[in-house]
């Protein structure tokens, strides 16, 4: 029903001035933020939303409270104490648990997001990132903002008493309404102390993409069918042998037949290859299998995709003998209509009426 009514581009806040389109595909799971540099470089980014921060969030409480009872334990049997001999042994104790509680509950963001380009503990494990609203890395004074104000963003709190019962112990928990309608009310999902700070919370997975290598040697495409086609190489190998085919260019042929050496000859023994082929051809003939030559899922059964684009008319060989086999209609004509075939002296017979 609300698809039907559905006109135009929906957009929260007036902070973001990009619309984003909540019908389309893309949108309807996730939503990305896209950021122009002043180059005209676009950048695109995934935001974290509620169910990717609240995890971080809780990890960084677990490690905040391990080194508070760490720091309180060590305190405790250090013998501080006798520093302060106008103080009472507990009093001395009570001062230095919290002050340490302060420093560590403001600051443990502060000390992180700063120099670990946006991340902390939490965030590292749950894959997420704080950066600035135009794409660069986080400042310290924009994580001692949104840091700072952390405290707003968990309001209102919460009395036990009021929720269970009146003889409940009288302990405040935050409840986190104010940071979730921000999040709700925000294209960027962005809490009270991104809105004052200018960052946003992005998700930190970087897909690899394999680089693009026009081999030009003809020995390379002839060297890949000597690859058993059962020959599986793993994930790390793969990237190995894409990053050696974009940059062996670059490289002094001493330097790249050298280090292809290292590479290829475990596979080439494995694979029972001449011990005189060229490393460098082996890895570059690696590369055209993985990336170039190797076929992809066939929707269509009467197409071929070998990593090449094929044309309609272009006869493509058949596996079962030498004959070249056309993409065009092979189908035959009707009787009536097939044509006669021709003798040597140009006249016509029908068919079958060979002398």
């Not at 009270?192 to 897909?207: I, K, P, Q, S």
């Not at 299998?289 to 995709?305: G, L």
Request: one cysteine or more; hydrophobic letters at 50%.
């Amino acid at each position: 029903m609300l698809a039907s009514f559905y006109t135009g581009p929906i957009q929260f806040g007036p902070l973001n001035s990009v619309p984003i389109d909540l019908m389309s595909p893309r949108n309807a799971i996730d939503l990305t933020a896209t950021i122009t540099t002043p180059e005209n470089i676009q950048f695109e980014y995934r935001i974290a939303g509620p169910f990717r921060r609240i995890p971080a969030f809780l990890v960084d409480l677990l490690v905040r409270f391990i080194a508070f009872l760490a720091i309180f334990v060590a305190v405790a049997c250090s013998g501080i104490t006798q520093l302060f001999p106008f103080l009472s042994q507990f009093a001395t104790i009570g001062v230095v648990i919290l002050l340490t509680y302060f420093f560590i509950d403001w600051f443990y963001g502060v000390f992180f997001e700063t120099y670990w380009n946006g991340r902390t503990i939490g965030k590292w494990i749950s894959k997420i990132q704080v950066i600035s609203v135009d794409g660069r890395p986080i400042s310290a004074y924009q994580a001692t903002i949104r840091n700072f104000l952390r405290l707003a963003d968990l309001a209102p709190m919460m009395s036990l008493a009021a929720i269970f019962a009146n003889d409940a112990p009288p302990f405040l928990f935050p409840t986190g309404l104010v940071a979730i309608l921000c999040m709700v009310f925000t294209t960027r999902f962005q809490r009270l102390g991104d809105l004052a700070a200018g960052t946003m919370v992005v998700v930190d997975e970087r897909a690899w993409v394999p680089p693009k290598v026009k081999l030009e040697d003809p020995r390379v495409a002839s060297l890949s069918e000597l690859i058993p086609a059962n020959f599986m190489m793993s994930r790390s190998m793969v990237r190995a042998v894409a990053l050696y085919a974009e940059r062996r260019m670059r490289m002094p042929m001493a330097r790249r037949m050298e280090l292809s050496a290292i590479l290829a000859a475990p596979l080439m023994a494995q694979l029972g290859l001449r011990e005189d082929t060229s490393p460098d051809l082996f890895l570059c003939a690696l590369y055209y299998r993985e990336f170039v030559a190797k076929p992809i899922a066939i929707t269509d059964s009467t197409s071929v995709d070998v990593g090449i684009p094929i044309s309609q008319a272009t006869p493509v060989l058949d596996t079962a003998g030498p004959k070249p086999v056309s993409h065009e209609s092979t189908s035959t004509p009707p009787p009536d209509l097939a044509p006669y075939p021709q003798i040597p002296n140009g006249q016509q017979i029908p068919n079958g009426e060979y002398p």
